[in-house]
T-cell receptor, first 113, second 114 residues
């Protein structure tokens, strides 16, 4: 079956702009979580969604937001982009919020100039 | 706050030798500890995991141990091969009806020299 699909793979934006990233989980998976990966900070948890509800949130400013649709697809949005938002954004899907195995997508590499 | 410390940050071994990566977590409510391998240009891939009610788990050349009292867990790779070269991340997660939140270690870059 198809894996986790993230689009776009690469993105270049200017400071102050906003961006929306998309994640399609594995078919049947209802839990989607988002992570920011940078060389300096490693993998940092952004938020987790299950059945269209945000269940958990990491320590990121309000400029970072997300949502999940009824088909489990998820989007994350970053407004008023800063240079420090340049990172690889990874999405992971799990069968449900209590199921252990998380499958990661290849990520969206965002560059803010 | 919650954090996971991972050591070493870089590890270089000769093919056939063993590699050990160690992690310490701070959240005593963590009950699930996955290990991920990330190759260049790819997302992390789960290689082994352990729950808090188990002390050790093995899958072929990979094993993980957990000391819940000390809040330590380790990854052991035996008979290393060049294809084991990658970045390895440990993580601590608190699973429950309220969803989960996973904290990752900073990663260990493993080099296996042929």
């Amino acid at each position: 079956k198809a894996g986790v699909t993230q689009t776009p793979r690469y993105l270049i934006k200017t400071r102050g702009q906003q961006v929306t990233l998309s994640c399609s989980p594995i078919s049947g998976h209802r839990s989607v979580s988002w992570y920011q990966q940078t060389p300096g900070q490693g993998l940092q948890f952004l938020f987790e969604y299950f059945s269209e509800t945000q269940r958990n949130k990491g320590n990121f400013p309000g400029r970072f937001s997300g949502r999940q649709f009824s088909n489990s697809r998820s989007e994350m949005n970053v407004s008023t982009l800063e240079l420090g938002d340049s990172a690889l954004y990874l999405c992971a899907s799990s069968l449900d919020s209590r199921n252990t195995e998380a499958f990661f997508g290849q990520g969206t590499r965002l560059t803010v100039v | 706050g919650e954090n996971v410390e991972q050591h070493p940050s870089t590890l270089s071994v000769q093919e056939g030798d063993s590699a050990v990566i160690k992690c310490t977590y701070s959240d005593s409510a963590s009950n699930y500890f996955p290990w991920y391998k990330q190759e260049l240009g790819k997302g992390p891939q789960l290689i082994i995991d352990i729950r808090s009610n188990v002390g050790e788990k093995k899958d072929q050349r990979i094993a993980v141990t957990l000391n819940k009292t000390a809040k330590h867990f380790s990854l052991h790779i035996t008979e290393t091969q060049p294809e084991d070269s990658a970045v390895y991340f440990c993580a601590a997660s608190r699973l429950g009806t309220g969803g989960f939140k996973t904290i990752f270690g900073a990663g260990t870059r493993l080099f296996v020299k042929a």
